[in-house]
């Protein structure tokens, strides 16, 4: 490569020294991709010399990021979604030449610390141990990995020499229930006498009733071997025993994972949500308490009532246990966030378990503290989290899901003690958020201890068995734009260590699986027999009603259609950046009236500095663009069944929704919106680039250009004036997007057959890594431990 693109500078010399040395005298140490690839672009169509269609240009229209030192200029390139190249290029001698990752790293430390380069860094690479391990080729299957995964092993353990078979039985013979088997019983010693059993028992269910139950006929079942866990009735049992035998005969990777999906393995399922106010009322809105909230306890019954039908399907009566296990708070400033344990509503055996986090001498501390700041306390709450589980189901979990960087270092330390299949669930990653926040680094950690953070989130993401994201763009971003996940394959902490190969997003652990919208409160606004009707009136007053306590500002003109936006305040969210687009758009003003629904309307009454610099900023709107008549301002609803009715209500009076972040890393209020029939318009950086098919169901919006933002709606609602079907049928489209494709039944489906997939290939194959493993342990003593301990040095 690096002789190619030599080639093309000396081809055009003359021109290229006028461009570099443009970037290098510049006194800007760090550039990015809109530093590099615009004012490229723009500098090769000057003049046709055919540097536009040279590999040295295609190239540099791949950069990300840049970093200048002296007459040096080193690129970080990604041809490809996540695949990465590098390049050194001297920019008076005109030479240049490609980098390994390691070099690039020390370029950028140097040029932001000064200095010469280090001479021992700790360097973190995860790539010798993934040599020989299956990994994904196209960009395309990454968030697969399951399908993957399963073609790869079918293939080498089912080979002539392979222990397939002989595997399944094994597997097979380890389910237990309370300690009676299932499926299997000493009956069947081996492997043989398995299979002549399965023709057997296939052959006399044959010959009963079909609609006959395994449990009349148990006796008969047991006595050839076979014990409750192949199917409620006869038939399904059948089915399954056909299958198993399809395997054994000649195995594919299909049926092989129908067979999986079928084994009775997941019956005790814990989920790990540490920090924040965790509760069924009046949590949201608090510090660090939003979105997983809704997201977990939404999980949590989709996932029961999958359970209980697989369950019963299986043929088994056996209940099946939830536990979300979360922070005692003994302060919980009316919240239940104090109950030790607590109900979960809308399921059977689910419930909130609360441990509280104690300091170095045991004691427990009383009072909600932020999410960068509980890192010190984590492996003490882990080892009580254990004592907790095993009490609770009287024996370990199946399965363990972590939730955001916190609950994913628990669930990776309960995991490693307890030999349990670990799933892992960023919902977002703060890295990605913050501008060089790695490189910088210590310029947060009195605030935000991303040092801590980020490294946490590379051994989890590492540890885990599978990983399960909302989105492709989680994972690997778009052609344009990094993946949260991509952003950990290389970056540098200066001074602390240098990570050369951290996570990669070919790995099959990662796989989509999309949440839902909570389908017994947000529906389409038509089904009017579902609509609760003693909401309106008071809908209508927090819509319509005069400025005061119930809400800023007033709308003067009922009958314009409402752009609506619900979300906490901060700036990531950019509630106030929307209000500031509406505010200079005259043709939005004059068409649509505005309602935010989020933070407080008061400062005083909230204690996130982030959110009051946000309400300030609100009130500063209001005042210098005169919005009062056009813009009406609420607070923060709590209340689901409130805010459901709230979307249906603006959906009948031909209203909208808009989500103006600078980033959302899914976008539940999207989901939320387009099943209650509002047509919405979304950021285009993030979840709902994928969620919204652009102009059919919806509409993309960059955040950075909120000029053209408010023309696209101030064009759209000017559309529906003239064409007054463009707004049902966009509705219509919304919700049947939602349907298709973004439904809790859906996910739970999916996540349990994961589990039981990834169970199996943990148990049959070295997929837990064990080097990796022991690296980790190293990594998390030398390094994530003493970060972690030393948060509270620091914040106190």
């Not at 395994?214 to 076979?226: K, N, P, R, T, Y």
């Not at 494709?741 to 837990?768: C, D, M, P």
Request: aromatic share 10%; net charge negative.
């Amino acid at each position: 490569m690096s002789e190619d693109l030599q080639r093309d500078v000396d081809a055009h010399r003359a021109r290229l020294y006028g461009f570099f040395r443009g970037l290098v005298t510049a006194e800007r140490v760090l550039l990015l991709r809109t530093d590099l690839v615009e004012p490229f672009e723009r500098f090769a169509a000057e003049k046709d010399d055919g540097l536009r269609e040279t590999r040295l240009a295609r190239a540099l229209l791949t950069a990300q990021e840049g970093v200048v030192r002296g007459r040096t200029l080193w690129l970080a390139m990604r041809p490809r979604v996540a695949q990465w190249k590098h390049l050194q290029i001297h920019c008076e001698e005109m030479w240049v030449r490609e980098v390994e990752v390691a070099e690039y790293l020390d370029a950028k430390e140097r040029a932001v610390n000064g200095g010469p380069p280090s001479a021992w860094p700790l360097e973190v690479d995860f790539g010798p141990f993934e040599r020989g391990f299956p990994r994904l080729s196209e960009a395309r299957s990454i968030g697969r990995g399951v399908e993957f995964l399963n073609r790869h092993l079918a293939r080498r353990v089912f080979d002539d020499k392979g222990p397939g078979a002989q595997a399944i039985f094994d597997f097979l013979r380890l389910h237990r229930i309370e300690g009676r088997p299932v499926m299997l019983n000493e009956r069947i010693p081996n492997l043989t006498t398995m299979v002549s059993a399965l023709r057997d028992a296939i052959e006399w269910i044959e010959i009963q009733a079909s609609e006959a139950l395994w449990s009349d006929h148990a006796d008969v079942l047991s006595s050839m071997g076979f014990e409750v866990g192949w199917g409620r009735t006869l038939e399904q049992a059948r089915s399954t025993m056909e299958l198993l035998v399809d395997v054994l005969e000649a195995p594919s990777p299909e049926p092989l994972e129908r067979f999986l999906r079928r084994i009775p393995m997941i019956f005790k399922v814990a989920i790990l949500s540490p920090h924040g106010w965790f509760g069924q009322a009046d949590v949201l809105g608090k510090p660090d308490t939003g979105g997983q909230v809704v997201y977990i306890l939404d999980q949590v019954r989709a996932l029961e009532r999958e359970m209980r039908h697989s369950i019963r399907q299986q043929g088994l009566d056996v209940q099946p246990q939830i536990i979300v296990l979360t922070r005692l708070i003994p302060e919980a400033e009316g919240t239940t966030c104090d109950h030790p344990v607590e109900p979960i509503l809308g399921t059977e055996h689910a419930r909130i378990v609360r441990v509280p986090f104690r300091d170095e001498n045991g004691e427990v501390l009383q009072h909600w503290i932020s999410r960068f700041e509980i890192w010190p306390y984590l492996e003490r709450y882990s080892i009580e989290c254990e004592h907790v589980l095993s009490a609770e189901f009287g024996g370990r979990p199946d399965l363990l899901i972590g939730n955001y960087s916190d609950g994913n270092l628990v669930a990776t330390l309960l995991s490693k003690r307890l030999k349990v299949t670990q799933c892992n669930i960023a919902h977002a990653l703060e890295k990605t958020k913050y501008l060089h926040s790695d490189l910088y680094w210590r310029d947060h950690e009195d605030e935000h201890h991303f040092a801590t953070q980020y490294s946490v989130d590379l051994m989890a993401m590492n540890s885990a068995d599978f990983i399960i994201t909302s989105t492709y763009q989680e994972i690997a971003g778009t052609r344009q734009t990094v993946g949260q996940y991509e952003s950990y394959q290389s970056y540098t902490l200066p001074g602390l260590y240098r990570v050369n190969n951290g996570i990669d997003p070919f790995d099959p652990k990662f796989n989509i699986v999309s949440p839902g919208a909570a389908e017994d409160v947000f529906f389409p606004y038509w089904e009017a027999e579902r609509r609760v009707e003693s909401m309106h009136d008071e809908l209508d007053r927090m819509i319509f009603g005069p400025s005061g306590e119930d809400g800023f500002g007033h709308l003067e003109d009922r009958t314009k259609p409402i752009l609506m936006t619900l979300s906490r305040l901060d700036r990531i969210k950019n509630i106030a950046g929307f209000v500031e687009w509406y505010a200079h758009s005259p043709e939005l003003r004059e068409r649509a009236n505005v309602l935010v629904v989020g933070g407080f309307v008061d400062p005083s009454w909230s204690r996130d500095a982030d959110e009051r610099a946000q309400i300030e900023r609100l009130h500063r709107l209001f005042a210098d663009h005169d919005l009062d008549g056009q813009v009406r301002w609420a607070n923060m609803l709590t209340d689901k069944t409130f805010v459901g009715e709230l979307y249906r209500y603006v959906a009948e009076r031909k209203g909208m929704f808009v989500q103006p972040a600078l980033f959302e890393a899914f976008g539940l209020t999207v989901i939320e919106a387009m099943v209650s029939g509002l047509p919405v318009f979304a950021t285009r950086y993030g979840g709902p680039l994928e969620i919204i098919q652009d102009g059919r169901n919806g509409f993309h919006i960059d955040p950075n250009h909120g000029g053209r933002a408010a023309e696209l709606m101030a064009q759209f609602v000017d559309s529906c004036r003239q064409d007054p079907d463009l707004w049902n049928r966009t509705s219509r489209a919304a919700y049947e997007r939602v349907q298709e494709h973004y439904t809790w039944g859906l996910y739970a489906q999916r996540l349990l057959a994961l589990s039981r997939v990834y169970g199996f290939w943990k148990y049959i194959t070295n997929i837990e890594r064990e080097e990796t493993a022991r690296y980790l342990d190293m990594f998390y003593g030398l390094m994530v431990r003493p970060l972690a301990m030393g948060v509270s040095d620091r914040s106190s």
